[in-house]
């Protein structure tokens, strides 16, 4: 499920692309099949960087990587690397875990080019109040989500940090559904009978991109997305003049 679009990104050949927090790397996996740029993923969890490297490996095997890719861990707080370093940054689901999140946009800000641009996406607040509500093991666990952040909150801080917002997205509203659902079920009972078959649901309707899939979609996305996706500038960018 690839939250932040690279054509909104603006990800173009040769660019350096920095994939924050990146998880098990659907974004990098999406990202070095459609562009001849220069991959850097980064995560803490070293698990999740071995899922990335094993599913990289094996589109590289299939011919269908036309980037290079490179993954370490590292804290999103204090980055290795040097400033204006990437034209490109995505960070999806990472600021709601971290207990510094404006350090840690601060340090995004700092890597990345004058010219580039950046795209965040956090959980929307509906829903994830109501997954909050419904269940204390959606969050409460070490490495989980710490804070729930309305829409003006995180335009906010990304604008404090020094970032102009161009385009706002709300994205994935029937994944709302599918966490809701895991929540009333059992958070832990990920092989319940009912969030089992909607998920399996949601993987066919992706796969086949459906009419009804979308606009059903769209309208669900004007109440309640799952993620909101604010894609943003540095501040004095020649195209925000």
């Known amino acids: 499920m690839v939250t932040v679009g690279l054509d909104l990104l603006g990800l173009k050949d040769g660019d350096w692309l920095l994939d924050a927090g990146c998880g098990d790397g659907r974004h990098s996996w999406i990202a070095s099949k459609r562009n001849h ?3 850097i993923a980064f995560d803490t969890d070293w698990e999740s960087l071995e899922k990335n490297k094993y599913t990289l490996a094996l589109l590289k095997q299939k011919g269908e990587v ?23 940054i995505i960070c999806s689901e990472v600021l709601e875990h971290i207990p510094q999140d404006r350090q840690a946009v ?3 800000i700092r890597v ?28 409460g666990f070490p490495g989980g ?11 906010a801080l990304l604008r404090s940090s020094g970032l102009n917002i161009y385009t706002v997205r709300r994205n994935h509203a029937l994944h709302s559904f599918y966490w809701i659902l895991r929540c009333l ?3 832990k009972r990920e092989n ?6 909607y998920n399996k649901f949601l993987i066919l309707d992706i796969d086949n991109s459906h009419r009804a899939r979308r606009w059903l979609e769209g309208f669900f996305n004007l109440i309640i997305p799952k993620s909101i996706v604010i894609y943003t500038r540095k501040k004095g960018h020649p195209s925000l003049q």
């Open 37 to 39: 740029s220069t991959i």
């Open 66 to 88: 036309n980037s290079n890719s490179h993954l370490l861990q590292a804290d999103i707080t204090s980055l290795p690397f040097k400033d204006g370093a990437f034209n490109r």
């Open 106 to 108: 601060r340090e995004l």
């Open 112 to 139: 990345l080019d004058s010219d580039g641009a950046m795209g965040v996406s956090v959980p929307h607040y509906l829903a994830e109040s109501i997954c909050w509500m419904l269940s204390k093991d959606y969050y």
């Open 145 to 155: 989500h710490i804070r729930k952040y309305k829409s003006r909150q995180i335009a």
């Open 185 to 187: 079920f059992g958070i």
């Open 192 to 197: 319940a009978l009912v969030p089992s078959l």
